[in-house]
């Protein structure tokens, strides 16, 4: 360019037709260059629009989603809409009820074809030391005629504790020299197991309580423990002391002025229920538009 110009000057005036042409050629290239710019710089704000819009949708669904979770933790029956427009945009909710489940070995069984008739809870208490007493309790829920036979329980011990070979049952019946057996889970926690055979299992019949203590010993924080039993698995299947219900939640922001939805969320929650505490848990939450 430097090139040109110099020539363009030491041309002189005999040659100002040809440099008159090169500069009006060169103002067109730069008149296509700049139309080239400003256009990227226009679809550029546009995306950089477009994307904030969608994120302030993702907002406005995330609070649609946390309005349903509220109401569901103080069973109230969940809200299909909130009452106010998040970032200017109304939100739209849906609740389906998958199912229900029961904590045991860490897994979600499904208690639902099974009459509640026992209720179960663990405790755990210090006893001196790094040692602790845990102590479930198996108690018959509802009246129920006949008897109902424990064939096991069992529970998940908090992380670094360790069970410390000793247990005891209120009926003064054997605990067997083979148990419990243990296994861990992926967090590395215990998992106990007690088990009985038709000869020596417990056994409860209306209003009574069967209840199974031993000790464990360890550091650390005594939580992330439950307690789960099987009775007569085929009348009566497995209880835990965490339960629940399982939930779909869909929530969509919706711009009001062209009715276009801008973000849709899609979680699944379950329900905990650990004796007289409850809580709601997210187990997916899944951004769909």
Do not use: C
Not at 26 to 38: P, Q, R, S
Not at 217 to 238: C, K, S
């Amino acid at each position: 360019m430097k090139r040109l110009l110099k020539r363009l000057h030491n041309n002189g005036s005999n040659e100002k037709g040809q440099a008159l042409a090169i500069v009006l050629a060169l103002l067109a290239i730069g008149g296509l260059t700049i139309a080239t710019n400003l256009n990227y710089a226009v679809t550029s704000l546009k995306g950089s629009g477009t994307v904030e819009q969608n994120m302030k949708g993702v907002y406005a669904a995330g609070a649609g989603v946390e309005s349903v979770l509220w109401s569901l933790g103080k069973d109230v029956t969940p809200p299909t809409t909130l009452t106010q427009n998040i970032n200017q945009m109304a939100v739209r909710m849906t609740t389906v009820v998958t199912g229900n489940y029961t904590l045991y070995m860490g897994g979600l069984e499904d208690p639902t074809d099974k009459p509640g008739v026992l209720t179960i809870s663990g405790n755990i208490s210090p006893v001196g030391g790094d040692r602790y007493r845990y102590i479930i309790t198996l108690t018959m829920a509802q009246l129920q005629a006949g008897t109902i036979h424990v064939e096991e329980v069992g529970a998940r011990l908090p992380v670094g504790y360790t069970y410390d070979d000793s247990a005891t049952r209120s009926d003064g019946g054997t605990i067997g020299a083979t148990n419990p057996a243990q296994t861990q889970d992926n967090a590395q926690a215990w998992m106990l197991q007690f088990f009985w055979t038709a000869a020596n299992r417990p056994t409860l019949t209306e209003g009574e309580t069967f209840i199974l203590t031993f000790y464990i010993t360890g550091t650390g924080d005594v939580e992330g423990e439950y307690a789960w039993a099987v009775a007569d698995p085929e009348a009566y299947g497995i209880y835990g002391e965490v339960s629940g219900g399982r939930y779909q939640i869909t929530s969509t922001a919706v711009r009001p002025t062209d009715n276009r939805t801008i973000s849709k969320i899609v979680a699944d929650a379950m329900k905990i229920d650990q004796g007289t505490n409850r809580t709601m848990s997210i187990l997916s939450w899944q951004i769909m538009k």
